[in-house]
C-alpha cells in the first residue's frame, strides 16, 4: 500500500515549486505565488480520480472524517453507527464533535454487518460510517438501503481503499460524504493530509469554512472574510499538498502493482484447502492494498502470525492481538481514559462498552490474517514470499 515505497524526482520537483515560491500556505497571498496553488491542483486531481463534484484537502485523514461529519451537521446528541474494526481516527472523529459512536459487529467483508447496523439504529442515529478497510468494502447495497429507508447519513471512510470501486463508482464517493487519508503509510501519500470528498455543494461548501475557522473565502482579503459559522483549523500546507500532486499522478501505476503482487500471493495461499478469503461484494474491486485471508481458528492464525515473523514475513497483522485496529484493545475508550472531562450524555451513551460482547467480529479477527502489499517488492521477492507464507500456513493447518 504505502506510496512512500516509491518516491522520486517527480515528488522533488512538486515540492521545490513550493520552496522556491515561497508560500507554503494554500489561502491568500495570491499576489506572491506566480500562480502556484498546489493545494487546489491537487483538489481538482481527486476530483476526476475520485469522481466527485467537490474534494476539500484538509490536515489529516481523522481531520477528514470530522470535517466530514461536521459538514453534514453531527453533533451532540447524535448517534453515529461504525464498526468495531476500524482505526482509532473512527471514533476520535465522532466524539471529537461531541457525538456517540455505536460500535457494532463487522461481517466477512470485515467491514459494517448490514444486519449489525439495522439492529443498532435508535431515535438519536444520525449517521452510520462505514469503514472500507484493508483495501476493500462493506456491502454498500445493503448499506445505501438502510440509510435510505431511515434516512440516514452515510459516511465513507476510504483512508485503506485509495483505488478501489463498487459496480465501477470509486470508493468514497459512493457514501454522502467520503474521507481519504494521505498520511504516510496510504496508497498515496502527503506525508500528512486528507481529503474530504462530496456531491453535495453544502456539504463542500461547510467542509470548506469549517476547516479553516469559518473563513468564508470570498475575495483575496482574509482579514475581509467574513464568518457564516464556527470553525477550526485543519488546513493542508502547499508542501504536503504538492507531494501529493506528484503521487496521484502515480495512483494508476500503483493500484497496478498493488494487483500484480496481490494476485500471485492470493494464488499461492488459495491451493491451501483451509485457508479462504473475505468476502467482496458482487461489483466490488478491491485496492489491492492488503491481502485479508482467514484460517481455521484463533489458535492456527495465532501460531502462523508467530512464524511469519520468525521467517522475516513482514507487514503480516494478526489484529486480533494487535492494537491499532480492533475493538479488543481499545482499553482507553472503554474506560474512557480522557484528559479532559467528557459530556454526560456521551459517558452514558458509551456505557454500553463496558458489557458488549463482539462475538461475532471475534469470529472473524481471531482467524484473519491481513498483509500489506507492497510497490516496491521485485516479482522473484514476491514470489519467494508466497512460497514462503504458504510453506508456513500449511505447517499448522
Ligand atoms: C489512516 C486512517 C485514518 C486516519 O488517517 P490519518 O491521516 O492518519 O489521520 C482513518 N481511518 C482509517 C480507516 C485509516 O486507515
Not at 110 to 121: G, M, Q, R, S
Not at 384 to 391: G, I, T
Request: proline share 3%; charged share 25%.
Amino acid at each position: 500500500m504505502p506510496g512512500f515505497e516509491l518516491f522520486g524526482e517527480l515528488e522533488r520537483k512538486e515540492v521545490n515549486d513550493v520552496l522556491d515560491n515561497g508560500v507554503l500556505m494554500r489561502y491568500g497571498f495570491d499576489g506572491m505565488r506566480n500562480g502556484h496553488w498546489k493545494s487546489k491542483e491537487l483538489e481538482a486531481a481527486l476530483c476526476q480520480s475520485f469522481e466527485t463534484n467537490h474534494v476539500q484537502l484538509v490536515s489529516s485523514g481523522t481531520a477528514a472524517v470530522s470535517v466530514a461529519l461536521a459538514a453534514a451537521g453531527v453533533g451532540a446528541g447524535d448517534e453515529v453507527i461504525m464498526p468495531s474494526f476500524t482505526f482509532v481516527a473512527s471514533f476520535e472523529a465522532i466524539m471529537m464533535l461531541g457525538a456517540t459512536p455505536i460500535l457494532v459487529d463487522i461481517d466477512d467483508t470485515l467491514a459494517l454487518d448490514p444486519k449489525a447496523v439495522e439492529a443498532a439504529i435508535t431515535s438519536k442515529t444520525k449517521a452510520v460510517m462505514v469503514v472500507q478497510m484493508c483495501g476493500s468494502m462493506g456491502d454498500m447495497k445493503a448499506l445505501k438501503a438502510i440509510c435510505e429507508t431511515h434516512n440516514l447519513l452515510l459516511i465513507e471512510d476510504a483512508c485503506q481503499a485509495i483505488g478501489g470501486s463498487y459496480n465501477g463508482q470509486p470508493l468514497g464517493s459512493i457514501g454522502d460524504l467520503g474521507c481519504f487519508s494521505f498520511d504516510f503509510v496510504k496508497t498515496i501519500t502527503c506525508g500528512e493530509g486528507g481529503a474530504v470528498i462530496t456531491n453535495k455543494q453544502k456539504y463542500y461548501t461547510h467542509a470548506d469554512h469549517y476547516s479553516d475557522h469559518g473563513h468564508d473565502h470570498v475575495g483575496n482579503d482574509r482579514g475581509a472574510e467574513t464568518h457564516p459559522f464556527l470553525g477550526y483549523n485543519f488546513r493542508i500546507s502547499e508542501l504536503h499538498a504538492a507531494v501529493g500532486l506528484a503521487q496521484i499522478k502515480r495512483l494508476p501505476e500503483f493500484i497496478e502493482i498493488q494487483k500484480k503482487n496481490f494476485t500471485i500471493i492470493r494464488e499461492a495461499l488459495s491451493q491451501i484447502p483451509e485457508v479462504t478469503f473475505r468476502t467482496v461484494p458482487e461489483g466490488g474491486e478491491e485496492s489491492y492494498a492488503f491481502l485479508n485471508f482467514f484460517l481455521p481458528d484463533l489458535e492456527v492464525a495465532q501460531n502462523v502470525s508467530k512464524a511469519f515473523k520468525e521467517h522475516g514475513v513482514d507487514a503480516c497483522f494478526h489484529y486480533y492481538d494487535n492494537n491499532w485496529h480492533y475493538i479488543r484493545k481499545w482499553e482507553h475508550l472503554t474506560n474512557l481514559k480522557s484528559l479532559f472531562p467528557i459530556s454526560e450524555e456521551v459517558k452514558k451513551g458509551l456505557e454500553y462498552l463496558k458489557t458488549k460482547e463482539f462475538s461475532q467480529s471475534d469470529q472473524y479477527i481471531a482467524r484473519n490474517i491481513s498483509c500489506l502489499i507492497k510497490l516496491s517488492w521485485t516479482e522473484d521477492e514476491v514470489r519467494e514470499r508466497a512460497n514462503k507464507m504458504a510453506e508456513i500456513i500449511k505447517e499448522f493447518v
